[in-house]
């Protein structure tokens, strides 16, 4: 079941298009310095293997906007330079190569500050970023409806839209997060009917890996499920890869991205014989490791999605795998290779991994090449 997609118009960010109807694209930042180059360049190319389709890095020096360029050369995804105050910042980023600027103008000051940004964009015909955050809501708009509110989030960032829009650009993208669920959807479903830019989705200081991925699955779920984002960006307190792969599997999910590797395992209970948490967890590290693997050496990806099964038990484990491409089963000091729910051969336990993941690659090449 395809998830249905509301019409935005279409930006162009380095080799990338979002909106129009385009594929919603993976975006993540960095957490290095920027200023050091090498670190920086090691981490992005980390997150492109994992699956970033566009990265975010902070310019807070005139050192990291030059880095910019440097950096720039080394990697093969769009760069989005994220500014905070400086609008001297902002210029000098795109002046170094930014595919794109995430500003708050609002926080870069006067309005000629502002239109100095705009200018250069519009030179080099740069996407701005206008992004508005719960916590940076003016203190009117606070005054106006008794409190942070989805509807003051919603008017502010339309009215920094207005204010570039006034000086003759509209090379736009919206963004407006919340730490707060519900008012993120709720400001996201207002938003929605008020404006035909691309919106760049996440849920905002989400938290750790846990409870940020919780957070964005509920509330990016319901966001995209109503047709809502361009890109998105899974907010997580850790290792910025982990935000990547929890992306991929919201999208997967909801059958917004195809070509993914999906591993599907039961809840253990007390027939189960052999370690099934540990060899689920095995499974899925494996089958990420594969994944990156393969769009490595297939660029376009599978052609369709693969599902893969873990079950603890050797009884109910062949019908509750049916619908799996490929599945093992576990028994008592052995298991079940399982393809479309038909019993292929008895394994060892030992062995079990190695044989999955020996078939698993022969499938994905297959299917890859025909991607």
């Given at each position: 079941?395809?998830?249905?997609?509301?019409?935005?118009?279409?930006?162009?960010?380095?080799?990338?298009?979002?909106?129009?109807?385009?594929?919603?694209?993976?975006?993540?930042?960095?957490?290095?310095r920027t200023e050091d180059v090498q670190a920086t360049v090691e981490q992005i190319r980390r997150l492109e293997k994992a699956g970033c389709e566009i990265v975010r890095c902070t310019v807070p020096t005139m050192e990291a906007a030059l880095a910019l360029g440097e950096i720039k050369k080394q990697i093969s995804i769009p760069l989005v330079a994220d500014i905070h105050f400086d609008y001297k910042m902002a210029i000098a980023a795109i002046e170094n190569g930014a595919d794109k600027i995430r500003i708050n103008p609002?926080?870069?000051?006067?309005?000629?500050?502002?239109?100095?940004?705009?200018k250069t964009a519009k030179e080099r015909n740069i996407p701005i970023r206008v992004g508005v955050n719960s916590g940076s809501l003016e203190k009117e708009l606070i005054e106006k409806y008794g409190g942070v509110t989805a509807e003051g989030i919603v008017e502010s960032a339309l009215d920094k839209v207005?204010?570039?829009e006034d000086m003759g650009y509209d090379n736009l993208v919206i963004s407006i997060k919340s730490s707060d669920v519900l008012m993120c959807i709720r400001a996201h479903e207002v938003l929605a009917g008020k404006t035909d830019y691309p919106l760049h989705v996440g849920i905002t200081e989400a938290g750790t890996v846990f409870s940020g991925n919780v957070k964005s699955g509920v509330g990016l779920g319901i966001i995209l499920y109503q047709g809502i984002g361009d890109t998105i960006r899974v907010s997580l307190?850790?290792?910025?890869?982990?935000?990547?792969?929890?992306?991929?599997?919201?999208?997967?999910t909801l059958g917004l991205r195809k070509g993914r590797i999906e591993v599907v395992s039961c809840p253990t209970c007390g027939r189960t014989k052999i370690d099934l948490i540990g060899l689920a967890n095995r499974v899925e590290a494996m089958t990420t490791e594969l994944w990156a693997e393969i769009m490595q050496e297939y660029p376009l990806g599978l052609a369709r999605d693969i599902k893969v099964a873990v079950m603890g038990c050797a009884v109910n484990g062949p019908g509750e795998a049916r619908e799996a491409d490929i599945g093992i089963a576990g028994g008592i000091g052995e298991g079940l290779l399982i393809k479309k729910g038909e019993i292929i051969k008895k394994v060892p336990e030992e062995e079990l991994l190695s044989v999955l993941k020996e078939e698993l690659v022969s499938l994905c090449r297959c299917e890859a090449a025909q991607g």
């Open positions: 079941m395809q998830t249905h997609r509301m019409k935005t118009k279409e930006v162009h960010i380095g080799d990338r298009v979002i909106g129009g109807g385009n594929p919603i694209l993976i975006q993540s930042m960095t957490n290095t609002g926080n870069i000051g006067s309005r000629e500050r502002v239109a100095a940004v705009v207005r204010l570039i307190t850790g290792d910025p890869e982990e935000e990547i792969r929890s992306a991929r599997l919201i999208l997967g």
